[in-house]
């Protein structure tokens, strides 16, 4: 049912910019060329940087810096509240957003979707960002060269929304 609700839309939509070009006098053919033209320059111009983040990514999860990581920081998140069996969730989140629904799946499948574990990452997953593969992105495409306090200020927010998504679930869910 949402597949044909979805197809309607997106449907819908194209009509209606059809249309409203017609109206404009706009030459929508020529509009839809300069913007592929002006994507696939933004593809190439990116890609470096894109690769370089995925290929991190793969390295770090496959050489077992997670569990390394859990070894050490795994106390210490458990004294905040948050839950320890997450970090790999919350290290691959603001590099990989369908890395991390791998990592989510995982989740799901050893403590289930229900549990306080699964509702914390699911929270997770919805409430933080990729943010180092959007200011990667973002930062490549428009040539930012100084970001003052951008990536602090992200991780400050992602982490307090770690915080945050722990107590509601310990406190909501007993």
Do not use: H, W
């Not at 997106?10 to 592929?36: A, H, P, Q, W």
């Not at 289930?112 to 593969?133: K, M, N, R, V």
């Amino acid at each position: 049912m949402t597949k044909i609700i979805s197809d309607i839309i997106i449907t819908s939509f194209i009509v209606f910019v059809l249309i409203f070009s017609l109206f404009r006098s706009n030459d929508s053919f020529s509009s839809f060329v300069e913007g592929v033209k002006d994507g696939i320059k933004i593809s190439i111009k990116i890609f470096p940087n894109v690769f370089a983040l995925i290929l991190a990514v793969e390295l770090f999860i496959k050489t077992g810096a997670v569990d390394i990581f859990k070894t050490f920081l795994g106390p210490i998140l458990n004294k905040l509240g948050i839950f320890q069996e997450s970090l790999g969730l919350i290290m691959i989140k603001p590099f990989s957003g369908s890395a991390s629904y791998v990592v989510l799946k995982d989740i799901f499948e050893k403590f289930g979707p229900d549990s306080q574990i699964g509702i914390y990452s699911s929270i997770i997953c919805a409430s933080t960002e990729t943010l180092f593969y959007v200011i990667t992105t973002y930062l490549a495409c428009t040539q930012v060269k100084k970001t003052r306090y951008l990536i602090p200020v992200a991780i400050a927010v992602d982490f307090i929304v770690l915080l945050v998504a722990a107590f509601l679930v310990k406190n909501s869910l007993k």
